[in-house]
């Protein structure tokens, strides 16, 4: 499949879901000699620069993911952290070890010198392979769910992974809950020539971007974007057509590219959320887009927003 290249797509592995349900399969995968694992430490994947512990995909002087055997942890480390497992490319196993509960990784664990818990925004800028890039996401995004929903929502009762970390289980009233992804469009609204640009007041300064809002129970994606134009814009959305989504494990969101053709140029800023924002020309953004523009710029290429810029500057 033929899948746009947004940063954090284009996961190469196989989650092969109707065998990692089954406790026995994964501990007899676990155990296999082949199999590796990637540490996590307080939300930062660990990356290195040892050839014996990369994949190789990378530049070699990149900062990549660092794969261990089993064996490289010791029992007690294993019995305090959390496991889940990524998926199989080449019959070979790829799980994910989170160690947040070890205070000192590089001591305790053994990993000083051997590399670096890098945050992964910081990564998603740099020339890592993409699949790679990917795997970490899918991991981190699981991770974030897990220590965010450790207790049972129905009960209060503190809840168990389950099935590798696709599940959690509650032992007190046995209610089942899953990964949860948040829904996020974001969309450029267009209008002739010219494109809506918005910044919070969070943003660097000088940096505008595609604006986006949460879905809302009860609402198609089109009316999410129509609702967050009109609510943080003032802006009448005419048509909504799709344009490719991305994986963001910032906590666990998807994010929606959409593009919004607007009836007019009219719009209204709601001054809590948007600190600035206008129609921006094709001529403009395009020299926004190639780094040219010295009055504002961009997201970088890793954000799902720099291309919905992208596509409309290549539009016509
Ligand atoms: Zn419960």
């Keep these: 499949m ?14 092969v879901s109707y065998l990692r349900s089954n406790p026995d399969w994964i501990k ?10 990637t540490p996590f430490w307080r939300g930062k994947p660990f990356v290195s620069t040892i050839s014996g512990l990369v994949s190789g995909n990378s530049s070699p002087d990149q900062q990549s993911p660092a794969w261990f055997p089993l064996s490289f942890f010791e029992d007690k480390i294993i019995g305090s952290s959390m496991v889940i497992f990524l998926g199989l490319l080449n019959n070979k196993a790829y799980f994910s070890i989170d160690i947040s509960k070890i205070s000192d990784p590089d001591n305790e664990v ?3 010198d051997l590399g670096i818990f890098e945050d992964l925004m910081v990564l998603s800028s ?64 267009t209008y002739n020539d010219g494109a809506f640009l918005g910044r919070q007041k969070r943003f660097p300064p ?33 048509k909504v057509s799709y344009h490719s989504s991305q994986p963001w494990a910032f906590p666990f969101s998807l994010m929606i590219g959409c593009i919004a053709e607007a009836n007019s140029e009219n719009f209204k800023l709601d001054e809590i959320e948007i600190d600035e924002g206008r129609w921006f020309s094709r001529s403009e953004l395009k020299k926004a887009i190639e780094g040219n523009n010295s009055n504002f710029f961009v997201p970088p290429s890793m954000a799902i927003a720099h291309h919905l810029i992208k596509n409309f500057v290549n539009s016509k």
């Design 2 to 15: 033929n899948v746009y290249p947004n940063i954090f797509s284009n996961n190469p592995l196989d989650r």
């Design 110 to 112: 053994g990993l000083k």
């Design 206 to 238: 000088g940096m505008y971007s595609a604006l986006a809002g949460f879905i809302e129970h009860g609402e198609s994606i089109e009316e999410a974007v129509a609702r967050e134009l009109n609510e943080e814009a003032g802006i009448s959305t005419k």
């Design 126 to 189: 740099q020339a890592i392979d993409p699949g790679e890039l990917a795997i970490l996401g899918q991991a981190k995004a699981i991770f974030e769910w897990h220590n965010s929903h450790k207790f049972c929502s129905r009960c209060g009762s503190e809840s168990s992974l389950s099935e590798a970390g696709y599940k959690r289980i509650c032992g007190a009233c046995n209610s089942e809950h899953f990964p949860r992804t948040d829904p996020v469009v974001i969309m450029l609204a």
């Design 28 to 37: 007899k995968t676990i155990a296999k000699e082949d199999t590796v694992f």
